[in-house]
C-alpha cells in the first residue's frame, strides 16, 4: 500500500519485493486445483505424443489468484514457454528441456472502489525457470493416468 501511495507508479519486480519464490510456489503447487506444475507437464506430454521425436515448444498463459502470498497481487498471470527435446525409446517417449515462467500483474484499485483514491497504480513482474524431465507413454492410452473422458 505504501508504494502504491508514495512509489510515483514506478514497476517493481517480485525479487525486489522478495515474493518470488512465493509467487513461483504458489503458481507451482497450491493455484487451488491440482498445482500448475501438474497440469503444464500433461500439456507437454501430451504435444510430445502429437509432434513426436524432436525439438518441442509449448507456449500457455493463464490467470491465477495470488492473494494468499501477499494482498497485492490478486489476480495475477502466468505466461511463458517450454522449449525441448523429445526421443523415441521404444514404447516411451523422453521429453527435457526448460520452462520459462514470467508474472505479470497490476497493481490498482486496493478498495475496489472503481476508482484511484490517491495512489497511483503500478506494475509488479517476475520471472523464473525450471528444469523438465519425464519419460511417458508414446500411447496415453495405456497410461494408469488416462481419462477417456478428455
Known amino acids: 500500500m ?12 517480485l525479487e525486489e519485493i522478495g515474493h518470488l519464490r512465493e509467487i513461483a510456489e ?5 493455484d487451488g486445483a491440482q498445482g500448475s506444475f501438474r497440469r503444464l507437464s500433461g500439456q507437454i506430454s501430451d504435444a510430445a505424443r502429437e509432434n513426436g ?9 493463464n490467470t491465477y489468484q495470488f492473494g494468499d502470498v501477499a494482498f497485492s497481487h490478486g489476480r495475477g498471470t502466468v ?4 522449449l525441448g527435446t523429445v526421443e523415441y525409446h521404444d514404447d516411451m517417449l523422453r521429453i527435457t528441456g526448460e520452462s520459462n515462467f514470467e508474472f505479470t500483474d497490476e497493481f ?6 472503481n476508482f ?3 495512489g497511483i497504480p503500478y506494475h509488479i513482474s517476475g520471472t523464473w525457470r525450471a ?6 507413454l508414446r500411447d496415453r492410452r495405456n497410461s494408469i493416468y488416462f481419462d477417456p473422458r478428455k
Open 53 to 61: 521425436a524432436g525439438k518441442l515448444y509449448v507456449p500457455f498463459n
Open 79 to 82: 505466461s511463458g514457454s517450454f
Open 2 to 13: 505504501s508504494h502504491y501511495y508514495f512509489g510515483d507508479g514506478r514497476a517493481v519486480t
Open 116 to 118: 484511484e483514491p490517491g
Open 131 to 136: 528444469s523438465f524431465s519425464a519419460e511417458v
Open 108 to 113: 490498482a484499485d486496493p478498495l475496489d472502489m
Open 26 to 30: 504458489q503458481y507451482a503447487y497450491a
